[in-house]
C-alpha cells in the first residue's frame, strides 16, 4: 500500500495547483507530458490546448516543484515504514506526517525514532535513570533529594551530581526533538538571529579581500545574499568566523527560552509551572543543543536562498546576453585585441565561414600602424566588409581607434562596434573550437568567435559554457549541479525561442534544439555534409537514430529557408501543416501565398478551423505564425558609440555624459561598459528620478544607456555613473536613498577568463521574480 493511500495524502497534482496557483488538470497534464518525454519548449509552444497555455517559466517551475514533491512522497513513505517497523505509529503521528509539506517537517518528526549512535541521554536511560528525569519534571521536585537515591557504583552513577547530569541529558534530548519545538523555534531563529563575523587569528590582514567583515555584525534576516556568499566564502576558506547569536539584545535568550517552554506545553512534555533546576535545563537546551543546531539549520537556508538569487541573476543575465540583437548575415572582420603577441584578425563572410586569417602589430612594441591598415584595408576589400567586432578586452580601445581610421580610408564605410570577448579564450581552447578550426592556431580562434558572436551571438555563445560568459557573479560558490541546470534551460529556452536553421547551425547550437542532444546534433551534420542541405523537415527521420518522438519534439524549432515545403521555414509544426492546407483552400489560394499576406490572413475566421486536436490557442499561433513566418524575436540591432576622447579610466571626469553597454545587472545596480576596461557601477539609486525597487525595471544587460560620470577612483579601479537626469541628482532626499552596495565588493575589470571569484555584489531577487512571474 503506498504511503498516499495509507495516510490519505493528497494526490501531488492537487498539491501542486494549491501551491502554484493553477489548475490541478493543468498539472497532471504537465506530469503527463514530462513523464512521455515531452521537452519544456515544446509543451509551452505546441501543447497549449492540453496545459492551458502555461508558459516555459511556468512549465519550469511546475517541474522543479514535482521533482520535490515526488522526492517528498519517497521519503514520507520511507520514514511511514521505518516507524511501522518500529511499532510507534499512532493516530497523531499519522496525521503529521500526512500533513509534512516539506522535507525538514518530516525529518523533524523523525528525528525522534531515527537510528543512530548511542547518545548520553540513551546511556542515561540505560543507567535507569528515566524515572528520575520523569520525576524531575514536578513543580515541587527537589533534585538533590531525588538523586541521591539514584547512585550506584554497578550502573557507573558515582554522585548526585552524575546523576542530575544523566537525568538532564534525557530531557535535553527529549525536548530537543519534539517537532513543534523545532518548527517554532527554527523559523524564529531565522527571522531574529544575529550574524557576528570576525577573522580567525592569524587572518586580520590589511590587503585581505575581506577585510570588511573582520568585524562584522547584522541582522541575519537583512543581510543581502551578495554579502552573506562572501561572508560563507571567508569561513570556507579559514578566514572568518562566523557566529550565530540568538539576537542583538540579551532578552533574544529569554524570548527563545520561552518560546521552548510554551512549545513543550503545548506538546504535552512539560506542566504549567516548574522548579527551578527544570528552569535552568530549559535555558540549557536552548543555548547548549538547539541554538547551535537549529544556527546551522538556518545558515543552510540562508546559503541557499542566497545560492538560489545568484544564479537566478546569472540566469536573468545571461537570457539577455544571449537574446541580443544579431548584426546579421553580413561579412565581418573580427579584431581580438593585443599589445606585445599582437592583434589576432579574422575575415569572417556572411555565412559565418573563415575567409582568411592573420596577426598584426599595430602596438607598442612593434607600433607597424600603417602596416597594419595596408592589411586590414586588403582584407576588407577581399571580403566586402560591412563590420568591424573588436573585442573589448586588453589594448580594445586603441585597436578600436585602428578600426575607425580604417573604416574612415574605406569606400564601404564598415560600421565598427566593440563586442564582449568574455569567453572567447574558454572557446578558443576548447574540443569543440579544435573541431570547428582544426587548421587554426589556438590564439586566431578568439578573433573569428568575436566576429561571429556580433553576427549572431546566440548561434556563437551555445558554444561556451554558460558559466564561462562572464554575466554572472559568484558562479564558483555555489552549487554547481543547480546553476548548470538553470543555465542550461535558459540556453534551452533562448535558442528555441529563436529557431535554428537547419541547413547552416553548428553541432553545438542543433544540441540545444528541444528533444536533440549532442550525439543527434553530430549525427544531423554527418547527414547533412553526406547528402547535401535539408529539403524539407520530413528528411530528418532519414537521420540515423532520429526517430519520431524526437521529430515530433525539434522539427517546429528547426528552420528550412528555400526549401521544398514553404511552411518549414515558419514556427508552424508539421503536425499541424493539414490545418493551414486547410485554411488555403478556403481563400482559394496556396499556401505560400499566405505566407506574410496580413490582408489574406486576416480574413480568415479561425473557428471553422477548430477540431478536437487544434484549439484556439493553436490557431492563434498557426495565424501570428503566418502573419510574420520565422519572425525573430530578438531586438533591432543598435550599438554604443564610445567617446575617442575616453580611452582609460585616467581620462574620466566628473559630470562627463557617456554612452555605454550594460554588461551586468543585480539587485543593487547595473554594470556599465564605457570603453576603458573597467565597468563602471549606476548604483540603484542613480538609475531614474523614481523609485524602483530592482534595477531590472529600467535594464537589462547589453542595453545601450547614456550615463554620466559621478566619481572616479582610479588607483581603486571605481567608477560611480549616474543615469538619472541633473534636476533628479539634485533632487537627493528619500528618493535617492538605497541600499548602498559595499564599496569594497566592486565589479572586477573585463577579461576573457571567466568572472573573478573575488566577493562582489550579488542579488536577492529570485523569489520577488519568482512571485511576479506568477502574476503576470
Request: some cysteine; aromatic content about 4%; hydrophobic content about 40%.
Amino acid at each position: 500500500m503506498s504511503v498516499n493511500k495509507a495516510l490519505q495524502v493528497a494526490p501531488l497534482s492537487q498539491r501542486l495547483a494549491a501551491q502554484l496557483k493553477i489548475q490541478p488538470w493543468q498539472v497532471e497534464a504537465v506530469m503527463t507530458l514530462l513523464d512521455e518525454g515531452a521537452t519544456v519548449p515544446f509543451i509551452a509552444r505546441y501543447r497549449k490546448e492540453r496545459t492551458g497555455a502555461l508558459d516555459d517559466t511556468q512549465l519550469r517551475d511546475l517541474n522543479d516543484q514535482l521533482s520535490y514533491g515526488r522526492e517528498l512522497d519517497k521519503r514520507r513513505e520511507s520514514i511511514f515504514a521505518s516507524l511501522q517497523e518500529q511499532g510507534v505509529l499512532n493516530d497523531q503521528l499519522l496525521r503529521a506526517l500526512t500533513q509534512a509539506d516539506s522535507k525538514q517537517a518530516l525529518e523533524d518528526l523523525y528525528l525522534p525514532f531515527k537510528p543512530r549512535r548511542q547518545t548520553k541521554g540513551q546511556k542515561a536511560i540505560e543507567a535507569g535513570l528515566q524515572p528520575l528525569a520523569e520525576a524531575l519534571l514536578q513543580p515541587q521536585a527537589r533534585p538533590a533529594q531525588l538523586a541521591a537515591g539514584y547512585i550506584s557504583s554497578d550502573k557507573g552513577i558515582e554522585s548526585v551530581e552524575q546523576a542530575l547530569e544523566g537525568a538532564e541529558a534525557i530531557l535535553q534530548e527529549r525536548f530537543a526533538e519534539q517537532p513543534q519545538v523545532l518548527g517554532t523555534l527554527r523559523p524564529w531563529l531565522a527571522r531574529n538571529a544575529w550574524l557576528a563575523v570576525r577573522a580567525k587569528r592569524g587572518q586580520a590582514k590589511d590587503d585581505s579581500k575581506y577585510r570588511d567583515y573582520f568585524a562584522h555584525q547584522e541582522s541575519l534576516s537583512r543581510a543581502p545574499s551578495h554579502r552573506m556568499l562572501a561572508i560563507l566564502r571567508g569561513e570556507r576558506e579559514g578566514v572568518l568566523h562566523i557566529d550565530l547569536q540568538d539576537g542583538q539584545e540579551s532578552n533574544g535568550r529569554a524570548e527563545a527560552s520561552a518560546l521552548l517552554l510554551r512549545s513543550l506545553q503545548q506538546a504535552g512534555q512539560i506542566g504549567t509551572q516548574l522548579n527551578s533546576w527544570l528552569q535552568e535545563v530549559l535555558q540549557r537546551t536552548w543555548s547548549d543543543r538547539l541554538l547551535p543546531s537549529l544556527g546551522k539549520d538556518v545558515l543552510q537556508e540562508v546559503r541557499e536562498r542566497a545560492e538560489q538569487d545568484a544564479v537566478a541573476v546569472f540566469a536573468l543575465n545571461l537570457r539577455d546576453l544571449l537574446m541580443a540583437a544579431p548584426a546579421g548575415g553580413r561579412a565581418t572582420l573580427g579584431l581580438d585585441p593585443g599589445l606585445r603577441t599582437g592583434v589576432k584578425v579574422a575575415l569572417i563572410s556572411a555565412t559565418g565561414q573563415v575567409a582568411a586569417t592573420t596577426t598584426i602589430y599595430p602596438h607598442v612594441p612593434q607600433q607597424r600602424w600603417q602596416e597594419s591598415l595596408t592589411t586590414l584595408a586588403a582584407l576588407c576589400q577581399q571580403g566586402k566588409v560591412e563590420l568591424i567586432a573588436v573585442g573589448n578586452g586588453t589594448a580594445s580601445r586603441e585597436t578600436e581607434q585602428l578600426a575607425r581610421e580604417l573604416a574612415a580610408l574605406l569606400p564601404s564605410k564598415p560600421q565598427v562596434v566593440m563586442v564582449s570577448e568574455a569567453g572567447a579564450s574558454v572557446y578558443s581552447a576548447s574540443a569543440l573550437a579544435s573541431q570547428e578550426l582544426p587548421e587554426l592556431d589556438v590564439s586566431l580562434r578568439g578573433a573569428v568567435s568575436i566576429a561571429r558572436r556580433l553576427q549572431d551571438p546566440l548561434a556563437e555563445l551555445v558554444k561556451i559554457e554558460p558559466k564561462a560568459i562572464g554575466v554572472g557573479q559568484y558562479q564558483h560558490d555555489v552549487n554547481q549541479t543547480r546553476m548548470a541546470v538553470s543555465l542550461d534551460a535558459v540556453v534551452e529556452d533562448c535558442v528555441n525561442a529563436v529557431g535554428v536553421d537547419l541547413n547552416t547551425a553548428s553541432p553545438a547550437l542543433l544540441a540545444r534544439v528541444a528533444g536533440l542532444n549532442s550525439g543527434l546534433a553530430e549525427a544531423i551534420v554527418g547527414y547533412r555534409n553526406q547528402h547535401g542541405p535539408f529539403q524539407q523537415r520530413q528528411e530528418l527521420l532519414k537521420v540515423p537514430r532520429l526517430g519520431p518522438k524526437t521529430f515530433q519534439q525539434a522539427a517546429g524549432f528547426l528552420r528550412i529557408r528555400n526549401g521544398k515545403q514553404p511552411l518549414d521555414a515558419s514556427a508552424v509544426h508539421p503536425e499541424s501543416y493539414a490545418v493551414v492546407e486547410q485554411m488555403a483552400r478556403s481563400l482559394g489560394c496556396k499556401v505560400e501565398q499566405l505566407l506574410g499576406q496580413s490582408d489574406k490572413v486576416q480574413q480568415l475566421d479561425l473557428r471553422q478551423f477548430v477540431s478536437a486536436d487544434v484549439g484556439d490557442f493553436t490557431l492563434r499561433d498557426i495565424q501570428q505564425e503566418l502573419l510574420k513566418p520565422g519572425r525573430d524575436p530578438r531586438p533591432t540591432f543598435a550599438t554604443a558609440r564610445f567617446d575617442e576622447r575616453v580611452q582609460q579610466i585616467s581620462d574620466l571626469q566628473p559630470d562627463m555624459q557617456l554612452e555605454g553597454v550594460v554588461t551586468n545587472v543585480t539587485d543593487f545596480g547595473a554594470f556599465v561598459d564605457i570603453g576603458v576596461h573597467q565597468d563602471g557601477l549606476v548604483h540603484i539609486s542613480q538609475l531614474c528620478d523614481r523609485f524602483i525597487k530592482h534595477p531590472r525595471e529600467v535594464v537589462q544587460s547589453g542595453q545601450i544607456v547614456k550615463v554620466r560620470v559621478l566619481e572616479v577612483d582610479a588607483p581603486r579601479k571605481r567608477i560611480s555613473l549616474s543615469m538619472k537626469s541633473p534636476e533628479g541628482q539634485h533632487a537627493g532626499g528619500a528618493r535617492g536613498r538605497q541600499d548602498k552596495a559595499p564599496q569594497a565588493e566592486a565589479r572586477p575589470a573585463r577579461s576573457s577568463k571567466p568572472a573573478s571569484t573575488e566577493p562582489a555584489p550579488q542579488g536577492a531577487l529570485a523569489a520577488a521574480l519568482l512571485q511576479a512571474k506568477r502574476k503576470r
